[in-house]
């Protein structure tokens, strides 16, 4: 890391950033700009905290993905959480409790996180949680579906509790999308846009990027369809390989460079749109922002983990809390390390250097005893 690289300050600007983009894609809804306006503010807060608590020796950031639940109804081809267990098909058990995420969203909140991505399995099996989430005014919930379990109860619950935003995983068009999902889960996510837009409710699109598929999915074209749509965010993923069969999918730095190319040029052809990437431009980020950097992973069951697609944890929520996970050995192994740096193949650098993350979690194992 260069020493006049100021994390705190670089990730506070990019909150800032997303937030105004945010705003600036709502201001036809009244009342989502209205919720916006106040988020603002609480994001605002939510930077000083997190600057105060620097300055004290503890680093939080501003995002926390949590998979609230290990079920899924579809088996989408090279699905990391499946291939990781993390999804599975039996009834899921020793999860977290819907008091339990409560907790763990209101101490976020008193820390200063702003974002909390709720992802799974699919989200939308745990109303439980989000009707939970939906409460929790001050931090925004992208929740990550697949669509297929959108309703009237659901669209209602939206439009309540404007703080939950749905984020539609999508492929690209009929083809490819049924071809990773399931044959008729495009029309599923078609027909739920449309329902959403005729209600005026803010929603995004996830699209994993591929070697095969980056094309298609940053074209101005099938933006424009989304667009349309009513789509205000576009979160583009890369590809993480699971699978020696699946690396040639991989985006490398070719496919990086025609990815932050192509986003640039849809941010002036869609200027009401937010099109983010994971894990973005790490070059500018100085390195991954894995490992409690500028985010980090709490499993289904409470384990905290650097990262979705690096499913390895030595502590758990359910016993330190948040402020717990985030002094986490691995974490600070991980960040101190220089391991957050190493360049690498696909989405996740730590999924790339795996081997050396299973070495240093068995040293600080080790060490406990």
């Known amino acids: 890391m260069h020493q006049n690289f100021n994390l705190q300050e670089h990730i506070a600007k990019g909150v800032e950033k997303i937030v105004a983009d945010t ?3 709502t201001l036809r809804d009244p009342r989502e700009s209205a919720f916006m306006v106040k988020f603002a503010a609480a994001a605002g807060r939510a ?12 680093h939080v950031p501003s995002f926390l993905i949590a998979s609230i639940t290990s079920a899924c109804n ?48 699919e989200p939308l099996l745990r109303w439980d949680v989000i009707e939970a989430a939906g ?29 939950l935003i749905p984020v539609l995983s999508i492929e690209g068009d009929r083809e490819i999308t049924d071809s990773r999902r399931g044959e008729g889960v495009y029309d599923k996510l078609i027909a739920a846009m449309d329902r959403l837009h005729e209600r005026n409710l803010l929603f995004g699109a996830s699209i994993t990027v591929t070697t095969e598929n980056i094309r298609q999915v940053t074209s101005p074209e099938f933006m424009r369809g989304l667009v ?17 069969e699946a690396m040639h999918l991989a985006p490398a730095d070719p496919e990086r460079e025609y990815l ?18 994971f894990p973005g431009d790490e070059k500018a980020d100085e390195g991954c922002m894995a490992a409690g950097r500028g985010f980090f992973h709490i499993n289904s069951h409470g384990g905290a983990e650097p990262c979705p697609f690096s499913p390895y944890s030595d502590v758990n929520v359910r016993e330190l809390g948040v402020r717990g996970a985030l002094q986490s050995p691995l974490f600070l192994a991980l960040r101190e390390g220089g391991v957050l740096d190493n360049d690498h193949v696909g989405g996740c650098v730590l999924y790339e250097q795996r081997a050396l993350v299973e070495q240093i979690l068995a040293g600080k194992e080790m060490e406990k005893r």
């Open 47 to 58: 930077t000083k905290r997190r600057l105060e608590l620097e300055k004290e020796g503890l």
């Open 135 to 163: 409460r929790m005014k001050n931090i925004l919930f992208p929740i990550f579906t697949n669509g297929t379990y959108m309703d009237d109860t659901t669209f209602a619950q939206l439009d309540k509790c404007r703080n």
């Open 74 to 121: 579809l088996h989408c081809a090279g699905c990391y959480s499946r291939c990781n267990e993390a999804t599975v098909d039996a009834e899921p058990v020793k999860q977290l409790s819907t008091e339990e995420w409560t907790n763990i969203f209101r101490e976020a909140e008193s820390l200063g996180v702003s974002f909390i991505m709720l992802a799974g399995g």
């Open 228 to 244: 349309d749509r009513g789509c205000k965010l576009v979160i583009y993923i890369e590809f993480v390989p699971v699978t020696e």
């Open 23 to 25: 705003l600036k894609a």
């Open 260 to 277: 932050l190319t192509a986003m640039q040029r849809l941010r002036e052809t869609f200027p009401e749109l937010v099109a983010l990437a």
